[in-house]
């Protein structure tokens, strides 16, 4: 009985626990992975859900990543190179609330404000909320951050 308890709650504890590589960094949270390759910022340049600013900075455009549980946002991110590796970190990530019409008489409404990921995600004791109903938009996003910053060799068609 004492141990199917504890397992309980280590598997409760395991889905609700948020992905490490998401932290809080002065008040905001920010996602960093380390990459173990060399990369030429060029192959990431070509990629349509980045816009970059300078060779190191940009944003992430309106995106939800065709993922049906989260909703769009966008962010910034940062690039530092090393010798075979480079560091990626985003940050100041905005969600775009959903587009519903709010009828007043004839009059339709939309809402336009972002929402920070901060407001979602920051209990008032300073850590990162637990995710609701065994959803870990952590871990979601993780993976979907991870894959968007990795070079992409398509094979060119010769025919």
Not at 11 to 38: C, H, L, M, R, S
Not at 94 to 123: H, R
Not at 131 to 143: A, D, Q
């Amino acid at each position: 009985m004492k141990k199917g308890l504890l397992l309980l709650l280590l598997i409760n504890g395991a889905i609700n626990a948020q992905n490490p590589n998401f932290k809080i960094d002065k008040n905001t949270i920010i996602w960093q992975w380390v990459y173990e390759d060399t990369l030429d910022i060029v192959n990431l340049k070509q990629n349509l859900k980045l816009h970059f600013i300078t060779d190191s900075t940009g944003n992430i455009k309106r995106t939800n990543f065709n993922d049906k549980k989260l909703h769009e946002q966008i962010a910034e991110f940062k690039i530092q190179k090393k010798q075979d590796k480079y560091r990626v970190t985003i940050y100041n990530i905005k969600i775009i609330p959903p587009q519903i019409a709010i009828n007043f008489g004839g009059v339709s409404s939309m809402p336009e404000d972002l929402i920070s990921f901060e407001t979602l995600m920051i209990k008032n004791n300073g850590t990162i909320r637990a995710s609701p109903m065994g959803f870990n938009i952590t871990e979601n996003l993780h993976n979907h951050y991870l894959n968007l910053f990795i070079k992409t060799d398509k094979e060119k068609d010769n025919w």
